[in-house]
């Protein structure tokens, strides 16, 4: 089984509409948890960072963590055509002597016009 | 502005030659890490160093090379060795290791054939 589990979609979506990207993972003491947005040749960028479970808000994006579950989600409201991209989950456990950042495999977003 | 500068952004090379990736960054970060992106695989790491002088293998690890001589240059070098070197290299840097996000340069595509 994965460390993190994440829908490779594609998802298309209308201009406007509501975004919910999901990833679900295995190890209990992950604790850190990252969406990144990647558009097509280039570096992922980080939209959002939280600690622990709970919900953070940044503008049009909301991320949600709930640890009894093990899923995360990343909610994009309005959605633009600027938004089309890949979405990647990360996330990791405390620090314990080696990099353990654990990555999805991205889910392609293209919201149409 | 601060950031992460990966150099070339297209690489071709012929197979059995070795050849070397940039990478600087300038955000004074501690850790840095060579990572490579293949479709529908993720994100694998191949390379970390959290200081100057000292670098783990990741999990991908075998026919690559990589120094730290100084703080904000990280290179990364692809050795004949390396099976499939195909590939889009990505190279990010964080505060510390662990828990703290990762900042991405653009990467570069490089092409063996």
């Known amino acids: 089984q994965k460390e993190v589990e994440q829908d490779p979609g594609p998802l298309s979506v209308p201009e406007g509409a509501i975004v919910s990207l999901n990833c679900t993972y295995s190890?209990?003491?992950?604790?850190?948890f990252m969406w990144y947005r990647q558009y097509s040749r280039k570096g992922p960028e980080l939209l959002m960072y939280?600690?622990?479970?709970g919900n953070k808000e940044d503008g049009r994006f909301t991320a949600q963590v709930d640890k009894s579950s093990k899923y995360i989600s990343l909610f994009i409201r309005d959605s633009q055509p600027s938004d089309s991209a890949t979405y990647l989950c990360?996330?990791?456990?405390?620090?314990?002597?080696?990099?353990?950042?654990?990555f999805g495999t991205g889910t392609r977003l293209t919201v149409i016009p | 502005d601060g950031g992460i500068t990966q150099s070339p952004k297209y690489l071709f090379r012929k197979e059995g030659q070795n050849v070397t990736l940039s990478c600087e960054q300038n955000?004074?970060?501690?850790?840095m890490y060579w990572y490579r992106q293949d479709p529908g695989q993720g994100l694998r790491l191949i390379y970390y160093?959290?200081?100057?002088?000292?670098?783990q293998k990741g999990d991908i690890a075998e026919g690559y090379s990589v120094s730290r001589e100084k703080k904000e240059s990280f290179p990364l070098t692809v050795t004949s060795a390396q099976k499939n070197p195909t590939a889009f290299y990505l190279c990010?840097?964080?505060?510390?290791?662990?828990?703290?996000?990762?900042?991405f340069g653009n990467g570069t595509r490089l092409t063996v054939t």
């Open positions: 955000l004074n970060h501690d850790a």
């Open positions: 990360a996330m990791s456990a405390q620090e314990t002597g080696a990099n353990n950042l654990f």
């Open positions: 939280t600690y622990s479970s």
């Open positions: 990010a840097s964080s505060i510390r290791r662990g828990g703290s996000p990762l900042h």
């Open positions: 160093s959290q200081i100057v002088n000292d670098f």
């Open positions: 190890n209990s003491a992950f604790q850190y």
